[in-house]
């Protein structure tokens, strides 16, 4: 193995960590406490342990935690008169609502009705459109994570070729975004582009954001470049035993090591910095709130 793992478990430790000092900053000085609403629908088992994470780190930081579980059968009406009633809150920074939402219930619309300043997740279309123009936008979190680790590792963006092989509006349209406005020379592939390893080939930093276990090997890296690996798959794992499973990305870890100079595994690469850029969001969406100097 040549690559160099970027341990996103360690960043992530230390964005949260530099959260809960501001946050203890702002208490002190301010005597404000930032705090995040998260609202969960039904009984999704995933989506219960993102919420039971959030929920956990949110306090860790300083902040006030609010949870709201709701039946899979609420009425789409009382889960926005909810996230109104969370707009019209004070003591409320940052709402999340935790997807995906029963079938019964119009995502877009709720979406659209929590207020974009404290639309954490980055979701609603004045943040999407603010990113689009290169104005102050509250951004995706997993994007996020990924261009913080990718500053961290590269310094400046600034010129390299990035391919983003994924282009769904919570993960791989704002990674483009991101990129671009880090001056990257951006190309987004999906499942529709001609010679996909030909096209990856070309990139100094390749996300991939797909949702296809090990789909990307060594041979859609080009030697040298920084591979950031989104996806989050389980598959069956028989030598860990009958019916146990593991969790794997959407490159094939092994063979792309090989080949790149810089690459996030799976466990413990984007996945930890996805709930520390929640918090620093809500921190962010609490400063501006109160009229104060945002952190850096
Ligand atoms: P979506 O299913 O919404 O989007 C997948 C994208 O991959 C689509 O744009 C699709 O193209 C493209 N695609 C599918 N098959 C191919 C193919 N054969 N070749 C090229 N492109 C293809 O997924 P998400 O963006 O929501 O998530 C992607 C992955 O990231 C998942 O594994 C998910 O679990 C993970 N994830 C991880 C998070 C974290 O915190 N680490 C947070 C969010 C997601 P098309 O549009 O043409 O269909």
């Known amino acids: 193995m040549s690559a160099k793992i970027i341990d996103g478990k360690a960043f992530a430790a230390d964005v949260r960590a530099r959260v809960a000092e501001q946050v203890a900053t702002l208490k002190a000085d301010h005597g404000i406490t930032p705090g995040l609403a998260v609202v969960l629908v039904g009984e999704d088992p995933a989506s219960q342990v993102y919420v039971r994470n959030k929920g956990k780190q949110t306090i860790e930081a300083g902040m006030n935690s609010y949870e709201h579980k709701l039946e899979d059968t609420t009425p789409e009406a009382d889960l926005l008169a909810l996230v109104e009633k969370l707009n019209a809150d004070p003591a409320v920074h940052g709402i999340l609502v935790q997807l995906p939402l029963p079938d019964h219930i119009d995502e877009a619309k709720v979406l659209a009705t929590i ?53 769904s509006n919570i993960v791989g349209k704002p990674m483009a975004q991101l990129l671009l406005r880090d001056s990257c020379t951006v190309t987004i592939a999906h499942s529709r582009t001609k010679d996909l390893a030909e096209v990856c080939r070309r990139a100094d930093i390749l996300v991939a954001a797909v949702g296809r276990p090990q789909m990307l090997s060594a041979d859609h890296v080009k030697p040298g470049a920084t591979v950031i690996d989104v996806g989050i798959n389980r598959i069956p794992a028989p030598e860990k035993g009958e019916g146990k499973t593991r969790l794997v990305g959407d490159v094939d870890f092994d063979s792309a090591s090989e080949v790149a100079g810089a690459i996030t595994p799976v466990p413990g690469g984007v996945g930890p910095m996805t709930i520390a850029c929640l918090l620093a969001n809500t921190l962010t969406a609490c400063c501006r709130a109160a009229g104060l100097p945002e952190p850096e």
């Open 115 to 167: 207020d974009p300043a404290k639309d954490v997740d980055g979701f609603h279309i004045s943040n999407v459109g603010l990113l689009a123009t290169g104005q102050k936008a509250l951004v995706p979190c997993t994007p996020l994570g990924c261009l913080m680790m990718l500053r961290d590792h590269h310094g400046s963006l600034s010129g390299l070729n990035a391919v983003v092989v994924g282009r």
